[in-house]
């Protein structure tokens, strides 16, 4: 089962999603992909992962975590698939990040990891696009890396979590402008998802909507405007968006 956020004639709806990206309305009616615009699938908060992938902390040569590294991303951030996202004017680094993302199903405090599953509402995915020029140490990551608005594209549906027996053997996919540039496994994960809904339940209270980005793994590239940049997770799906300049992204949304 896969359920999305849409806007449709000017409406914002949950639908089921058919194959090929077709949506079911209530009414019965099915409309293609191009049909409609694609919202972010939950609106709660995101948990994202630092340096979660074993092969992506040797990429920047760092050690492996012993700990999670998480960092806040705000609702503003998210966009929807086959929308725009903005590299920002005169920077000189930019690049994408696959990740799994687990999107939590109901309240979750102080969860033991053999129960953690039960928490999910499902699965999808993000770009957690990174600008390289303003980071100050990957341990942690500040605002203007992270937190920028309509960067963090997010969709296209949530798949129930049934749907996803292995989550932590998927492989992990990034083509831009057609071509393969990352490839990894999320059995490389440092700390899966089970840990991860533990590990923050601890301190922390998840809420419905709330979601966890579980880290990238190595093959970051830079990417400009007029790239379309499509990241894929086996047995989750496909996110893509296109990247335009500052100038014109927000000479669009003005």
């Not at 040569?61 to 998480?70: G, Q, R, S, V």
């Not at 705000?74 to 929308?83: D, S």
């Not at 996202?85 to 930019?94: A, E, G």
Request: proline share 6%.
């Amino acid at each position: 089962m896969k359920t999305a956020r849409i806007r449709y004639n000017n409406e914002v709806l949950n639908v089921e999603v058919l194959d090929d990206l077709q949506v079911k309305l209530a009414s019965g009616d099915v409309l293609t992909e191009q049909q409609v615009e694609w919202l972010p699938p939950a609106q709660g908060t995101m948990f994202a992962l630092g340096l979660n992938y074993a092969d992506h902390a040797r990429e920047l040569a760092f050690e492996p975590p012993k700990e999670p590294l998480i960092f806040i991303k705000a609702p503003n951030t998210y966009t929807g698939h086959n929308k725009n996202t903005w590299r920002p004017d005169n920077v000189d680094y930019m690049h994408y990040e696959c990740e799994l993302v687990a999107v939590i199903g109901k309240t979750a405090k102080n969860v033991k990891r053999e129960d953690a599953l039960d928490y999910l509402a499902g699965y999808t995915l993000c770009n957690d696009y990174a600008i390289r020029d303003y980071l100050e140490n990957y341990y942690r990551p500040n605002l203007r890396v992270k937190n920028r608005h309509s960067t963090t594209p997010v969709g296209p549906y949530i798949i129930d979590a049934a749907s996803v027996p292995t989550p932590n053997n998927l492989k992990l996919r990034t083509w831009v402008n057609g071509e393969l540039r990352q490839e990894g496994t999320t059995a490389d994960m440092i700390f899966d998802v089970p840990f991860l809904i533990e590990y923050i339940s601890s301190f922390m209270t998840l809420q419905p909507g709330d979601m966890i980005a579980t880290g990238t793994p190595e093959g970051l590239s830079d990417v400009v405007p007029g790239d379309e940049v499509v990241v894929e997770i086996e047995g989750v799906g496909q996110l893509r968006n296109h990247i335009i300049s500052e100038t014109e992204f927000f000479a669009q949304n003005a």
